[in-house]
């Protein structure tokens, strides 16, 4: 910086611009998830081509893999079963949301049946990120209130000590 670069006295310099952190190999994971799920829910696409094009996608180099694959085609192999887990939670046929809701909410709900090793709190919050991202306005309540309604039926234990773990002791 020159005598000519510093701000005047008494003016207060600009901060730094913020950088948004690096996204997470899993989130990108997910992110590539739900492009190849919302392709299928469009065209009904095989999952194989769905896939091959997902991976000439920029970035596919930077996801985790195995998460991708196992979200992707454990989400198509299970699509039926998984919209039956969630027609106890929703106010309409999963035919009637839109695809990138649908694709987020299939996905949360296939990392809480699955994946345990993930908290269900950090799978519904993915998901909800994912729906503020790519979902409309107000997708990502609709999506939250409805993992955690399934949540609590794929994860009781856990659902139940976490709930009881925020009350106010008496």
Same mark, same amino acid.
């Given at each position: 910086? /020159?005598?000519?670069?510093?701000?005047?006295?008494? /003016?207060?310099?600009?901060?730094?611009? %913020?950088?948004?952190?690096?996204?997470?190999? +899993? %989130?990108?994971?997910?992110?590539?998830?739900?492009?190849?799920?919302?392709?299928?829910?469009?065209?009904?696409?095989?999952?194989?081509?769905?896939?091959?094009? *997902? +991976?000439?996608?920029?970035? #596919?180099?930077?996801?985790? &893999?195995?998460? #991708?694959?196992?979200?992707?085609?454990?989400?198509?192999?299970?699509?039926?079963?998984?919209?039956?887990?969630?027609? +106890?939670? &929703?106010? %309409?046929? /999963?035919?009637?949301?839109?695809?990138?809701?649908?694709?987020?909410?299939? *996905?949360?709900?296939?990392?809480?049946?699955?994946?345990?090793? *993930?908290?269900?709190?950090?799978?519904?919050?993915?998901?909800?990120? &994912?729906?503020?991202? #790519?979902?409309?306005?107000?997708?990502?309540?609709?999506?939250?209130?409805?993992?955690?309604?399934?949540?609590?039926?794929? +994860?009781?234990?856990?659902?139940?000590?976490?709930?009881?773990?925020? %009350?106010?002791?008496?």
């Amino acid at each position: 910086m /020159t005598v000519h670069d510093a701000p005047a006295p008494g /003016t207060p310099a600009k901060p730094a611009a %913020r950088r948004a952190p690096p996204k997470s190999s +899993r %989130r990108r994971s997910r992110e590539l998830a739900l492009m190849g799920l919302y392709q299928w829910l469009a065209s009904g696409e095989d999952g194989a081509a769905i896939e091959a094009h *997902i +991976r000439e996608q920029d970035g #596919f180099d930077k996801c985790d &893999l195995a998460h #991708f694959e196992l979200l992707l085609h454990g989400c198509l192999a299970e699509a039926a079963e998984l919209d039956a887990l969630l027609a +106890r939670h &929703l106010d %309409r046929k /999963t035919a009637h949301l839109s695809p990138v809701e649908h694709g987020v909410l299939m *996905i949360g709900t296939y990392e809480l049946k699955h994946c345990v090793a *993930i908290p269900y709190r950090v799978a519904i919050n993915e998901a909800v990120e &994912l729906a503020k991202s #790519f979902g409309g306005t107000d997708g990502h309540k609709y999506v939250n209130g409805v993992l955690d309604k399934a949540a609590a039926d794929l +994860r009781p234990d856990e659902v139940r000590a976490a709930r009881a773990a925020r %009350r106010p002791a008496e």
